[in-house]
């Protein structure tokens, strides 16, 4: 009986969490916009301790911030339908080992810094999350392909630079902080190469050659949706292609004669 009882209780348990994480309800979608609250608070906090000196307090607030990370992932690896899928997902992945470097910060004293900044990936996520509720946020809407090639740049910038940071500030006199690695990706990345700060040896060159090479990519790609012609959704009722040209008559898919409302009418 306490068996069949305890199958019980996680069964509404999980039924809960899919209703939070899962649901258009008001709740559910005030609930998703805390955790993306809470992903961008993570997120502020491990580039700000970035620029601090470890301290004993910065070590107490890393281990609270890692066991509040690791509760709501507990709780996500709940609701979802397959868990095991999601925990070694690459977002899953990252996103544990980021939380591992936070509840080790003591152990570690700094070392292995650039693992937090793997959080930044959950914000990929945390967007997706966001394009779920167009509905609420009607400049995400209109412009959710601009947005994810920014923040896509954004997550890679910060990945880059705690990686520099991490492997150079022990031996590399040009990079003594934080700054000093995104001031080298940033440069890096825009082609721009100043040379005051290079990163010497093989490694340092091709970790140089994977940032130019990335960062160009990138922002091509966010050059390529600021520029291009603005696309309206609307689901062709035959194929399922979503975004048209604005005064689409036929789906360019298949030729299926659409009927987008003109919001120019009222």
Request: glycine share 8%.
């Amino acid at each position: 009986m306490r068996r069949a009882a305890s199958s019980r209780h996680r069964g509404g348990l999980r039924a809960r969490l899919r209703y939070l994480y899962e649901s258009g309800a008001p709740r559910a979608r005030a609930f998703r916009y805390g955790l993306l609250g809470l992903d961008l608070a993570s997120i502020a906090w491990i580039v700000l301790v970035s620029f601090l000196e470890v301290s004993p307090p910065i070590l107490a607030a890393d281990v609270a911030l890692g066991a509040v990370l690791l509760a709501e992932l507990v709780l996500r690896l709940i609701a979802s339908r397959r868990p095991w899928r999601d925990l070694l997902h690459p977002y899953g992945v990252a996103d544990a080992l980021s939380i591992a470097s936070l509840l080790l910060a003591p152990l570690l004293q700094g070392a292995l810094g650039f693992l937090r900044v793997l959080r930044t990936l959950r914000l990929l996520h945390s967007v997706r999350l966001v394009g779920s509720l167009r509905s609420d946020l009607p400049f995400f809407r209109d412009n959710e392909e601009a947005t994810l090639a920014a923040v896509q740049l954004v997550v890679f910038i910060f990945v880059m630079t705690g990686l520099v940071f991490e492997t150079q500030h022990r031996t590399n006199p040009g990079i003594g902080n934080y700054a000093d690695a995104l001031y080298f990706t940033v440069t890096s990345l825009t082609t721009t190469g100043y040379g005051d700060v290079t990163l010497p040896g093989t490694t340092g060159r091709l970790l140089s050659v994977l940032i130019m090479l990335a960062g160009v990519t990138l922002f091509l790609r966010l050059a390529q949706t600021l520029f291009r012609p603005n696309k309206i959704r609307f689901p062709c009722p035959s194929c399922g292609l979503q975004r048209h040209e604005p005064d689409a008559v036929h789906c360019k898919a298949c030729g299926v004669v659409l009927h987008i409302p003109d919001e120019g009418q009222g």
